[in-house]
């Protein structure tokens, strides 16, 4: 050893040389104190260098060391780490470091009387691994700075990864773990992530024990595809006996470039950028993204706690178009969606069941099309649309309410195992003032329109818009717009007086609407009838066997007998307007007022005696009318017997009952008829013309007896010009006492 100074404060510089050592110190006695300037050590070509002071106070020894060591691997330490000297904290390096490069270490040693020695250790290291929870995978190849102080462990990683289960490597650089106080047995432990790596590798972290989260909400580790970025703290106690309960966790990051085809069973959701969120509770995550190619601004929310098994909620924006019909195969005939709008979407996910959704959108932005029932919405409208189901394969709709641009039915939508239409059926649709009834669309196939199935209820013929030309492509085409409609309604309304009830009909609409029906005349007379395409809504065809019952129960003629009839309807110029051609052969007309009050004014009386008796009969009747809302024009008209031929034109208010005509009416038609080929249908060579107006039932009544002297090409001087087809010649009113057939002439009677 080196010299001793008889002076106690006196400083030995020279340095005791020992093996493998290097020593310079001084020593005094009185009080003892040692002071080591330096102490040198050498290991396997690294040497230790240290500093101390040792003395002895009144309660005790006080004793501080300070060393360095370039660098040591860490199992060599533990080799000349003494077992005494901080025990807990070197049992703890002990257990977790598995293998690790020590380098510019440093190492303070404090002890006081009635105090455990405090160390404190600081290093860095490289090619670390650690293992910071029981059954976790260890951090490896860590580069990075550790120090323990006051029984405080830090330790930073500025590189290192984990290697998960599956999805490869976490990036853990920037991460740290802390230990308050190594002294406390089973104490707390927090971790700060900072990773970066696969969702896949995130996830399946998340999945070890103690954690098991995804285990728990019934989701797989490949959940999705992309890259993760968190950064967040797990706090626990540092103990292998650690329960889920015991770990508490916050992160937060960015997930990009995602793709997931299991969220939704064959249907691809991605994503360039998306934030999460989790905690011991729940997994979050949330941003825009596409369902297939319809895009969405979502948030997707994950329980992570015992019993959430395969619960999971997503709630957000999603885009309404057609694409959004193609991609869900929500039952929508094709081309029914164009334009684009939002819908507020809610989907919930539960184990061992299909995805429950349910849409809500007020349609801004969207024009929507249902061709069956000649119903659009336009871009610029808004509306309520409700659509709630399940996302199985196929998806199934339980409910679908629609409130918009008149329309409103409620019903669901069943599809296919091909996901195509099945069945939509609609307890109640109310379209407009023309539709109200049960309405079924059913699946005819991919590509092809549906059957517009209607089971009951009523329908406005004036208003009706099942028809127009045909919009389907042909043979070569690929697609339907419009299909069969089958209806089967109690009542179908002609005008405020006419409808035909029990009434069933076959029609296509692919190329014009055709079909067949049938019906009763105000519930009294039978009908049978064709439609064939023309004006945009179907020409009308109607037969009967018993003409006269069928006037009489449309109030037309109520006096009709017998007789076989024809009528054809055609939509007109104008809305509700139809123009209509009447034929009926071997009609008898009995007890008319109005006639009666002709063949009086002319004293025909055998003619009246037939009247009054079994009827005149007439042989052929003929008519061109128009029906419009408040009346009916007639343009011409003809009836025509062995007795009598009559002819008329005007007008008749079917909601007052008034009329206003006029015509000729020639005696003895069989005779009469063969000198008048230059006259009108239903007048003969000699003839009378009349006017009648006011009410049907007992009309005011006109009749120029001179006018039997002027042959048929000059009798039109006695009359007013006949109804136009471009348009009534008098106004829309049943003001019969108004403008009419113009002043008497010389010569007319009353």
């Known amino acids: ?42 290991d396997r070509g690294h040497t230790f260098v240290a500093s101390a002071e040792i003395r002895a106070g009144p309660k005790g020894w006080h004793a501080s060391v300070d060393g360095r060591l370039p660098g040591i691997a860490s199992d060599r330490l533990m080799e000349l780490w003494p077992e005494s000297l901080a025990s807990k904290t070197r049992a703890w390096i002990k257990k977790n470091v598995i293998a690790a490069t020590l380098s510019d270490i440093q190492v303070a040693l404090r002890s006081e009387p009635g105090h455990k020695p405090d160390l404190s250790l600081g290093f860095d290291f490289a090619g670390l691994s650690t293992r910071f929870l029981k059954d976790v995978p260890p951090i490896e190849d860590a580069r990075g700075h550790a120090i323990i102080e006051d029984n405080h462990f830090v330790i930073i990683a500025h590189e290192g990864h984990v290697t998960a289960a599956e999805g490869g490597r976490v990036d853990i650089a920037g991460s740290s773990f802390d230990v308050p106080d190594l002294r406390i047995k089973r104490g707390p432990g927090k971790v700060r992530l900072r990773t970066q790596s696969t969702i896949t590798a995130g996830l399946s972290l998340l999945n070890e024990e103690p954690f098991r989260f995804l285990d728990k909400a019934g989701r797989p580790v490949t959940l999705a595809d992309g890259t993760a970025r968190l950064k967040g703290t797990l706090d626990f106690l540092v103990k292998d006996d650690l329960t889920p309960e015991e770990v508490a966790f916050e992160v937060t990051g ?94 919930d996910f539960a184990a ?119 919009e389907g492509e042909g043979a070569g085409g690929t697609r339907e717009t419009r299909g069969p409609v089958s209806l089967r309604l109690d009542r179908l309304r002609v005008s405020d007086k006419i409808e035909l009830t029990d009434f069933g009909a076959e029609l296509d609409l692919a190329q014009g609407i055709r079909g067949t029906f049938s019906g009763q ?100 009747v003929e008519s061109d009318f128009q029906i419009a809302p408040d009346r009916v024009t007639i343009y011409k008209a003809s009836a025509v017997g062995a007795s009598m031929g009559i002819s008329a034109e005007g007008y008749y208010w079917p909601k007052s009952e008034r009329i206003d005509l006029e015509g000729v009416i020639s005696p003895v038609y069989a005779v009469n008829v063969l000198g008048g080929f230059l006259s009108r249908k239903g007048e003969g060579f000699l003839g009378f013309t009349y006017s009648l107006k006011g009410a049907a039932s007992a009309p005011q009544v006109r009749v120029n007896p001179l006018s039997v002297f002027t042959p048929g090409m000059f009798r039109e001087i006695f009359r007013r010009p006949p109804p136009m087809r471009a348009g009534p010649s008098l106004p829309a009113t049943d003001d019969t006492t108004g403008p009419g057939p113009g002043p008497l002439r010389p010569g007319q009677d009353r």
């Open 521 to 620: 005349v105000n519930g009294q007379a039978p009908i049978t009838g064709q439609v064939v395409p023309g004006g945009g809504r179907g020409v009308f065809v109607i037969r009967s066997q018993d003409a006269g019952r069928v006037l009489r129960a449309a109030g037309l003629l109520k006096q009709a007998r017998d007789g076989r009839m024809s009528l054809v309807l055609t939509p007109g110029r104008g809305t509700d307007v139809f123009e209509g051609k009447l034929t009926v052969d071997n009609l008898r007309v009995k007890d008319a007022p109005a006639m009666a009050a002709l063949l009086n004014a002319l004293s025909i009386v055998g003619i009246l005696e037939q009247l009054a008796g079994e009827g005149i009969h007439f042989a052929r």
């Open 254 to 347: 960015r997930l990009s470039d995602v793709r997931s085809e299991k969220l939704l069973e064959k249907r691809v959701i991605a994503a360039s950028d998306l934030g999460l969120s989790a905690d011991r509770s729940e997994l979050r995550i949330a941003g825009e993204g596409r369902v297939g190619r319809v895009p969405f601004d979502g948030r997707f929310a994950m329980p992570l706690t015992a019993g959430s098994k395969g619960q999971a909620h997503v709630e957000g924006r999603i885009e309404l178009s057609e694409r959004f019909a193609d991609e869900f195969r929500i039952g929508l005939p094709p081309g029914s969606l164009s334009g684009a709008g939002w819908g507020e979407v809610t989907i």
């Open 352 to 470: 061992g069941a299909p995805p429950a959704f349910r849409l809500e959108t007020d349609m801004a932005g969207l024009a929507l099309r249902l061709r069956p029932l000649g119903w659009a919405l336009g871009a610029a409208e808004t509306g309520r649309l409700v659509v709630a189901g399940s996302l199985g394969r196929p998806p199934a709709v339980d409910r679908l309410v629609l409130d918009a641009a008149g329309l409103r039915a409620e019903g669901s939508v069943t599809l296919d195992a091909g996901g195509n239409l099945q069945r939509a059926g609609f307890e109640r649709v109310q379209l407009d003032d023309w539709l109200d009834a049960p309405v079924d669309l059913v699946g005819r196939g991919p590509g092809r329109a549906p059957l517009v199935r209607v089971t009951g209820g009523e329908m406005d013929l004036r208003r009706m818009s099942l028809g127009g030309e045909g």
């Open 1 to 42: 050893m080196g010299e001793v100074a008889a002076n106690p404060m006196q400083l030995y510089p020279a340095p005791v040389m020992l093996e493998g050592a290097g020593l310079s110190m001084r020593l005094t006695l009185d009080p003892f104190h040692v002071s080591v300037g330096e102490l040198s050590l050498s």
